[in-house]
């Protein structure tokens, strides 16, 4: 019995390191809608480090990418520091009849809003999540 | 703003583009922007408040991220201009000439139905400019052009104001380049102020320099 509530105690603890581990850098957040008959609805949360590590991308994809994003890395990167300096600040504000666009940092987090007559899309990416993403793709991609 | 003619549209891209360039000249005395300043533009549609542009951004930011952006045109945060010349105009040399030149009014056009106006000022460089023009919805709603003639003028007004430190920095990358971060450096020591305001029938836009975060 005791051996049980060790195991149970164990394993509950170790959940909870990884629970905090894996949520510490936030979580990423992706809302797409068509409004439309048959359109597609895409909701998806990913916790924010399985992402900025990129341990799940395969090495040649990840190298392919970085290849690929190479000129804009530093530009990337800048960007990202930046963003980390202005938690809370609204960047780009756009609206007219038919829709609305918003860029914003909100508690740390990049917040994009598109909405439109037929399109909905949110998207939350941790502005730390960013940085690490291109501090990964510039590993991939050497001599920048 | 689309009722504008294009001399108007033309002459406000000609200003925005001297405005942009303005920014660089003092940038070695001054190596650091103001981290708490942003720039704002504000469009709005006057009728329909709907319709709206706001775009604010962190000086600092600015300063740091355009040296990151390589382009055919912008390259460092310096701005290629082709030979200098546009439209067969040396923009670099008009603007050194306006640089060394003392405090006065340069250019003044009074006509029935616009005037202009270009001066230096202490320290700094003004343009206003304004013009008057037949309602197009007086014209279209009546039907004839003489009624449109006799029609109530409507004013379409641009206001451009630039501190010279800020021309001096722009021209500091030397011939054919203006040093777009240099200038925005010189622009952030120079404190709040309203650079450009545009104000006609349809629209408003207004640029300008401050500490807070928000477009208010």
Known sequence: MIFLAKAALGLGATMAVAGAYVFHDGVIRVDFDENRPGGSHVHFWVPATAVASLRLAPRHCLEDAAMKARPFLPLLREISKELEKYPNGEFVEAQDLSGRVRVAMVNGKLEIDAVGDDQVVHVRVPAETIRNVADRLEDAAPGI | ?216
């Open chain 2, 1 to 216: 703003m689309n009722q504008s003619p294009r001399g108007l549209l033309g002459f406000v891209s000609a200003t925005a583009l001297v405005a942009c360039s303005l920014l660089p000249t003092l940038a070695v005395a001054q190596s650091s922007s103001n981290p708490d300043q942003w720039i704002h533009v504000r469009v709005e549609n006057r009728e329909d408040k709907t319709e709206t542009v706001r775009v604010n951004v962190p000086v600092d930011m600015a300063v740091k991220v355009l040296p990151e952006i390589k382009n055919k045109n912008l390259c460092d945060g310096k701005v290629r201009i082709d030979s200098g010349r546009i439209d067969g105009i040396d923009l670099h040399t008009m603007l050194d000439a306006l640089r060394t030149a003392k405090d006065g009014e340069y250019v003044t056009v009074e006509s029935k139905d616009d005037s202009v106006r270009v001066a230096k000022s202490s320290g700094y460089l003004y343009i206003h400019v304004t013009e008057k023009k037949p309602s197009e919805k007086t014209a279209k709603a009546t039907g004839d052009k003489d009624s449109a003639k006799n029609a109530a003028l409507k004013e379409s007004k641009v206001e451009v104001k630039i501190p010279m430190k800020v021309v001096d920095a722009l021209l500091s990358a030397g011939k054919d380049q203006l040093d777009v971060v240099a200038a925005l450096r010189a622009l952030s020591a120079n404190g709040d102020m309203e650079l450009v305001r545009v104000k006609d029938d349809d629209s408003t836009v207004r640029v300008w320099i401050d500490s807070k975060n928000v477009a208010n």
